[in-house]
């Protein structure tokens, strides 16, 4: 088994969790060493059975171990990646619930996590940092960019490309085609029809832009 901590002990970290439990159901692939947190105030604390061992800087005090970003803002999943990529003994891994249907020709990069009930259809391509919530539907030869969060229940349609660290929210939808750039909110339930050229917050259906 290798060694996996999760990067953040908060609520999507305890999903990681759970994530990677159901993994080791299937094949006994990880040992979870616990939550890597920079809040000093929960050091040592056991959150659904794994303890908070450290802060960020104290992974590479480790030998070998693999990380996952348990945390959802694009912004902060860069930020935390560019750290730990200073780090030699840090390494990144895709992690795919079981339940996930992944078609044939779908290429992912690294640092992925895909969570329970999605489906990807064939020739999507997932590059890097990007998390896919549960129960979505991501259309063939669509593209995510690196840290884009994708949240519970979105349905994106075929050949959609999503800039990075754009932040999608939860049972929105984009029709065929779509290009988002990079930056983007999408807000929770939104139907996007258009492209959307520059970054922002965008709500609604048709999704409108609401703030910068
Ligand atoms: C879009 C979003 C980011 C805006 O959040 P915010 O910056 O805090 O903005 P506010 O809540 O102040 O809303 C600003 C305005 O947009 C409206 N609005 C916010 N979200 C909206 C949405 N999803 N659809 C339609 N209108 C929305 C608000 O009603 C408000 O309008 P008003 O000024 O007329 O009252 C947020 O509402 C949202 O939808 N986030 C997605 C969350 C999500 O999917 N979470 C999943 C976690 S796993």
Known sequence: MKNIAIIGAGSF????AWLIE???????EWNIVGFI???????????????VIGNIDSLKDHGEIYVSIGLGTPNVKEKIVNRLRQFQNVKFTNLIHPSAIIAPY????????????????????IENFVTINLKCTIGHDVILNDFITVAPGVNLSGFVTVGKKTDIGTNSCCIQGINIVENTIIGAGSV????????GTYVGVPARKVFN
């Open 13 to 16: 970290g305890r999903e990681v």
């Open 192 to 199: 996007v029809v258009r492209d959307i050229t520059e970054p």
């Open 22 to 28: 159901d993994i080791n159901k299937k094949k006994k």
């Open 37 to 51: 947190d920079d809040n000093e105030e929960i050091q040592g604390k056991v959150i659904n059975g794994y303890k």
């Open 106 to 125: 779908v290429s992912l990069g690294i640092g992925n996590i895909i969570c329970a009930g999605n489906i990807l259809a064939v020739n999507a391509r």
